[in-house]
């Protein structure tokens, strides 16, 4: 689901259930104080993204946490991992192909009422009604929400910077299966990124599961063929 999403110089790996793989010491000594819950899902993300690594001929090692909880990757890669009942994904690419990777599941459920308040900016709240009664078999709030986390995964990692729900203003093209986020600051000093303030991301439902993913290209790609939605 995530791999129809990703750019062609992406690699997704994921699983509708957990993986029971070693893990790396540094990476079990996190787990002391866990519950079952947070280890499968730790361990099942890193599996996978060693699955992914391994496609791109890097060779596995510890993922951990950075100070705000953003995954630490190795140098020359870039990556994403997200969770959810039910689902768990990673997506990687080398650094000279990709700036940026920023990817969300959700369950594909309606967000409480609160919640959708406090994401939305502007007109979202009207474009969401809309799109519901268009589709109702989506979860539009839902898919929102997912759509601004994945935005953050790709913003956090290259700046460094805080960026809120309302900083990111999204709208979907459900014809093409396309969002655009629009944000109320450029990037701060990001080589490659100048003062980029428009994301491009795809997005995929099913029954159960809403799927989010932003591929931003590295400024001069090496080597495979690329989306060049990103760029302005």
């Known amino acids: 689901m995530m791999a129809r999403i990703v ?9 509708w259930e957990d993986l029971d793989t070693p893990l790396f010491p540094a990476e079990s000594a996190l787990l002391t104080r866990a519950g079952d819950r947070r280890r ?9 993204a060693r699955q992914a690594l391994a ?8 993922i951990l946490p950075g100070p705000k909880g953003q995954p630490r990757w ?13 689902y768990r994904a990673a997506v990687v690419a080398r650094s000279r192909d990709g700036l940026g990777l920023g990817i969300d599941a959700e369950p594909n459920g309606p967000l409480s009422k609160d919640a959708l308040a406090a994401i ?9 009604a809309a799109l519901r009664d268009r589709a109702p078999q989506v979860h539009w709030d839902r898919l929102l929400f997912s ?9 956090f ?14 709208t979907f093209h459900p014809g093409t299966g396309r969002f655009v986020a629009r944000l109320s600051r450029s990037f701060p000093d ?12 795809r997005w995929a439902a099913s029954d159960t599961l809403v799927v989010t993913a932003i591929c931003l290209p590295a400024a001069r790609p090496a080597g495979r063929s690329q989306h060049k939605e990103n760029v302005q």
């Open 74 to 86: 190795a140098p020359g890669v870039r990556g994403s991992m997200t969770h959810c009942a039910g």
């Open 7 to 15: 750019s062609d110089w992406a690699v997704a790996a994921e699983s």
């Open 190 to 201: 990001v080589p490659g990124a100048g003062r980029l303030r428009r994301l491009t991301g």
């Open 40 to 48: 499968r899902e730790f361990t099942t993300v890193r599996a996978l």
């Open 157 to 170: 990692p290259l700046t460094g910077a805080r960026l809120g729900f309302r900083d990111a203003h999204i």
């Open 55 to 62: 496609r791109i001929d890097v060779a596995p090692a510890p």
């Open 147 to 155: 759509a601004k986390e994945a935005v953050y995964k790709t913003w």
């Open 120 to 128: 939305t900016t502007g007109d979202e709240a009207a474009h969401i």
